[in-house]
């Protein structure tokens, strides 16, 4: 099976700009979650989406969102970009029945200036 | 909201020393426990994970994790480390019958050299 694959891999935004990242899970994975991953903060839940309706979540602005498609394939979106925001962006797909274990995908680095 | 502390952010040893990282969670209910490990330059990816049963896991690599109810923790073990296992490691907890969305530890950093 494929795994979980995240495009682009890299991207370089000033602020102010918005970005768009994409996900698509493994093959049956109908759960898509989004994390934030910067050094010495760990994973920061942003957001899970099942069956294209956000389910969960994190404790992020509004100028983080997401959306799921039909096919499972999961977008996140980050307007209105500040320095801050310069983070690994993991996309993690699971069957979310029993003990949700995640699958992750390699990352977009975002780089904001 | 549950929270997760690993207490040691980084951690230096020589190859074939052995390795413990200490994790607790703050949740009083029914748990899922995990711990992912995150090579240089590669994804995210399971090292080991306890739902219920046998409280001392086995995971891939050599590494194994005891769950310890009454200390609220799920330390992770190695008898000899090799420079292979330089990464990164997150513990992450999950409960049941709330959102099960894990929540994430900070994360050690491990630099074993040969």
């Known amino acids: 099976k494929a795994g979980v694959t995240q495009t682009p891999r890299y991207l370089i935004k000033t602020r102010g700009q918005q970005v768009t990242l994409s996900c698509s899970p493994i093959?049956?994975?109908?759960?898509v979650s989004w994390y934030q991953q910067t050094p010495g903060q760990g994973l920061q839940f942003l957001f899970e989406?099942?069956?294209?309706?956000?389910?969960n979540k994190g404790n992020f602005p509004g100028r983080f969102s997401g959306r799921q498609f039909s096919n499972s394939r999961s977008e996140m979106n980050v307007s209105t970009l500040e320095l801050g925001d310069s983070a690994l962006y993991l996309c993690?797909?699971?069957?979310?029945?029993?003990?949700?274990?995640?699958?992750f995908g390699p990352g977009t680095r975002l780089t904001v200036t | 909201a549950q929270s997760v502390s690993q207490h040691n952010h980084h951690v230096i040893l020589s190859e074939a020393a052995s390795l413990e990282l200490g994790c607790n969670y703050s949740?009083?209910?029914?748990?899922?426990l995990f711990w992912y490990v995150q090579y240089p330059g590669q994804h995210l990816q399971l090292l080991l994970k306890?739902?219920?049963?046998?409280?001392l896991v086995k995971g891939i690599k050599g590494f194994e994790a005891e769950f310890i109810k009454s200390k609220f923790s799920f330390n992770l073990r190695k008898p000899s480390v090799q420079w292979s296992d330089t990464a990164e490691y997150f513990c992450a907890v999950s409960t049941s019958g709330g959102s099960y969305i894990p929540t994430f530890g900070r994360g050690t950093s491990l630099i074993v050299h040969p």
């Open positions: 093959s049956g994975h109908r759960s």
């Open positions: 306890y739902f219920s049963g046998d409280p």
């Open positions: 949740y009083g209910g029914t748990v899922n």
């Open positions: 993690a797909s699971s069957i979310p029945t029993g003990s949700y274990e995640q699958y």
């Open positions: 989406y099942f069956s294209e309706t956000q389910r």
